[in-house]
């Protein structure tokens, strides 16, 4: 494999470093310490939300929101190593998160391949510019890893779906305009069948979302109630009752996503950083030998994540869709996250026991606040059992368990 980029993707890489060294936010790290998987998860304070919100306007201003969309929908069409180029470059200066983080990764996308042309043209633009707000409306209380055993119904009546039922861990639902909901038309058929999915307006009358404080103390994930909610026939995604093909894809673009666009490296760094500044026994943790070969296994596992990826991005290139490295590098780097977290907490001691910015905390307090949140996204997106089932049994060919 050539791991060069072309002149091309440099004079990419050239002009977007160059544009955000011009346009980040002086405050431009986030408190957090940068867009980790624990950031992902993070509800923001009102504060925090409405600067996430600028930055998001000025990215999608200057271009640079759903880089990789067709342009006729408002994205620039770039190749999949400028969207590799991309995230690196993000990655380097620790870039705020955007706001609608599941509506380009997840929504936009999914629609593009499966809806409509007045779909498309309604809907994408206010994803990318952040004017429409999205959340996913797949996991019920009794159907989590289980997404086909959900049972929120929806009766046709005229125009109208009228839909019934509840979900659960919707994250962001709380800010959304917008959900992508799978709800059951046809119970009778087996649970695979029979479902369908379709785009509720979360200003609906019947809609209720009620907020599910966290472990972190944050209360970003949601329960959401349907009662007799309307919505149009027209937003159904797809065909009645097909929706599970729909819903595959959506998942799809939710692993590659989740594993595939970040640069474990730089979690590498700062974990070299905080060794550097915590001392014990008269001396830094740095100076351990036994912390720096920790410290090396973590680079290596992150350099192999990043060649994975590589696989990945040449199997696209290629012209052949996404293969089993999607779950390999969710399942890898979300488990990598989380052993990353608990190391910090060896190194921290007694500082680990302090909170997310409270006083005298080293870096304000990132790590403990990490490791509370990395658990979640082993289950967030496809659970570590789910991947290693996948992996198992159309990978590498093993029974059913």
């Keep these: 494999m050539d791991f060069k980029f072309s ?14 060294k011009a346009n980040l936010p002086k405050a431009g790290k986030t408190e957090g310490g940068g867009d980790s998987e624990g950031e992902f998860m993070r509800e923001s304070s009102a504060d925090d939300w409405k600067r996430r919100l600028e930055w998001h306007k000025k990215m999608h201003a200057g271009g640079w929101v759903g880089i990789g969309w067709p342009k006729e929908y408002g994205g620039r069409g770039a190749t999949l190593t400028q969207q590799i180029i991309y995230n690196e470059e993000l990655a380097k200066v620790n ?44 996991s019920e209380p009794g159907a989590g890893s289980d997404v086909a055993g959900l049972q929120t119904r929806a009766v046709e009546e005229g125009d109208y779906f009228i839909v019934n039922g509840q979900k659960v ?3 962001d ?8 909901l799978l709800v059951r038309t046809d119970p009778e058929a087996p649970k695979h069948k029979g479902i369908s999915y379709i785009l509720v307006d979360m ?11 966290q472990i972190t103390g944050d209360a970003n994930f949601n329960e959401v109630f349907f009662e007799d909610v309307k919505v149009p026939k027209k937003n159904l995604i797809g065909e009645k009752n097909q929706g599970w093909q729909v819903a595959i894809t959506t998942l799809m673009f939710e692993r590659s996503g989740i594993g595939g666009g970040r640069d474990m490296m730089g979690q590498v760094r700062e974990l070299v950083d905080l060794a550097k500044s915590v001392r014990s026994n008269g001396h830094t943790a740095w100076e351990d030998t036994s912390v720096r070969q920790r410290l090396g296994g973590f680079a290596c596992e992150a350099a192999a994540l990043r060649y994975t990826g590589f696989r990945q991005l ?14 390999v590098l969710k399942l890898c780097t979300s488990e990598l996250n989380l052993r990353m977290n608990k190391f910090a907490m060896e190194m921290l001691g007694p500082y680990s026991q302090m909170e997310f910015k409270a006083p005298h905390a080293l870096d304000k307090g990132k790590w ?16 570590s059992e ?3 089932n996948i992996i198992g049994e159309r990978v590498l060919g093993l029974p059913k368990g």
């Design 169 to 171: 861990w919707t994250s």
């Design 386 to 388: 789910i991947q290693h």
């Design 368 to 383: 403990s606040y990490r490791m509370l949140a990395s658990r979640a996204l082993t289950i967030a997106g496809g659970t």
């Design 173 to 180: 639902a709380h800010h959304a305009d917008m959900c992508i």
């Design 314 to 327: 040449t199997r696209r290139l290629k012209g052949l869709p996404p293969g089993p490295e999607g779950s």
């Design 7 to 20: 002149a091309e993707d440099e004079a990419f890489r050239a002009e977007f470093s160059g544009w955000l």
């Design 95 to 138: 870039s705020p998160m955007l706001v609608n983080g599941l509506g380009i990764m997840l929504v936009g996308p999914t629609i593009i391949h499966w809806g409509t042309e007045e779909q498309k043209k309604k809907h994408v633009p206010k994803i990318l510019s952040a004017d429409e707000l999205w959340c996913q409306g797949y």
């Design 203 to 213: 200003h609906s009358p019947g809609v209720t979302v009620r907020p599910l404080v």
